[in-house]
């Protein structure tokens, strides 16, 4: 059988972004090299905010056309201090994630070795959680705008659109996620007390598709109790669904408890494989330390190591979590972790690691 080859789209973007998606690039390749089971290519793409400067856009016209030729993108972080932060989310990764329907979002979340759980009455076991956020609409559809400009009535609408068939498709896959795993827990959140439309929509659709997964013990929470009892009974959770927003929020919180957002990886995923999908730290481009040399690239090395699952190479993507997991066990931790390792030393360390 021939070698399987990938090409995989690298957009490192802004901030650290560029650092952590060079350093697990090395990773990536060093992998392949020792491992010989699959070949690697990554093609860069300088889309991002030094680009928009001089482009006056994000991205090219052709971009859906040619990044519809990889088999995965590596993505790293967007925003910078001198643009709106609207101008550039909506400008880069959002031209991306609606239409490529990347509409499920998965980001799981546990204790990473090196981390500690932040709430004193919770174990490291209480929490291992896979956060489902729905990708492609509710609050983030794009639609409303402003009207009476600088007049006292200004008014300024952001319009929720939920359809039936957006919300149906994340929540089968969500059910097929809280299957796959030991618990087939989940947990379905909204806000269907004070949001009528949409949310109640939610809840009937999530009803209708629970009775086609019948070993699956599901719950529904509202938003703001999901809070509180994520923090306080960590333990009855496994699988979460909800909104682009509501999750958005959710899997910072999530990531913040079990350790650090410097972990936390992400996967927008087209599940009917049509568009490639897109791997990132769910953190973004924090100019505060951007140059410094020292952003954690845990987050991006965890993503490109569910890139390589999502692509067919999960006994590489298992080598590389276990290489990654015992370089921080051994304390190879960058500052917001405590240690003083550098970007460039972590990558090295894993890089080692492999060889192992
Ligand atoms: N690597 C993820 C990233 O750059 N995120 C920037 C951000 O603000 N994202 C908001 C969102 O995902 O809705």
């Known amino acids: 059988m021939p070698t399987p080859k990938y090409n995989i789209a690298s957009i490192p973007a802004d901030g650290i972004g560029i650092e952590v998606v060079a350093a697990t690039i090395k990773v990536i390749e060093h992998l ?31 971009v859906l056309d040619v990044l519809r030729k990889y088999d995965a993108c590596l993505f790293g972080a967007v925003g910078a201090p001198d643009i709106p932060d609207h101008i550039s989310l909506w400008g880069l990764l959002l031209a991306l994630r609606g239409p490529m329907q990347l509409y499920a979002n998965v980001r799981p979340v546990r204790p990473f070795p090196g981390t500690r759980v932040r709430f004193a ?74 949001m009528r439309n949409g ?47 509501h999750m958005d929020i959710l899997s910072d919180l999530a990531a913040a408890l079990a350790g650090s957002i410097g972990v936390a990886p992400s996967s927008n995923l087209d599940p009917t494989r049509k568009n490639p999908s897109i791997f990132e730290p769910v ?44 370089v921080c066990r051994k304390g190879v931790l960058t500052p917001d972790l405590g240690g003083t390792a550098t970007t460039e030393s972590v990558a090295t360390a894993v890089c080692k690691e492999i060889e192992v």
């Open 32 to 62: 392949a090299q020792t491992l010989k089971t699959f070949e690697i290519e990554f093609t860069h793409f300088p889309w991002g905010s030094d680009y928009y400067k001089k482009e006056g856009r994000y991205l090219p016209d052709d």
């Open 121 to 194: 009455e919770s174990k490291p076991s209480d929490i291992d959680w896979v956060l489902v956020r729905e990708n492609s609409e509710g609050e983030y559809a794009g639609q409303g705008g402003r009207s009476h400009l600088n007049q006292p009535w200004e008014t300024a609408t952001e319009v929720a659109i939920f359809t039936r068939i957006g919300i149906e498709r994340i929540m089968r896959f969500a059910f097929e996620t809280a299957r796959s795993r030991p618990r087939k827990l989940l947990t379905v959140v909204t806000k269907s007390n004070s």
């Open 199 to 245: 949310m109640v929509l939610w809840d009937e659709i999530a009803r209708e598709v629970a009775a086609d997964y019948p070993d699956v013990q599901w719950d529904k929470m509202l938003v703001d109790a999901m809070t509180v009892r994520m923090v306080v009974k960590p333990e009855s959770l496994d699988t979460i669904v909800g909104t682009n927003l």
């Open 283 to 326: 953190h973004g481009s924090a100019f505060d330390i951007t140059g410094k040399g020292i952003a954690n690239p845990v987050a991006t090395i965890w993503s490109a190591a569910e890139m390589l699952r999502w692509v067919g190479e999960a006994s590489a993507a298992d080598t590389l979590m276990t290489a990654l997991e015992e």
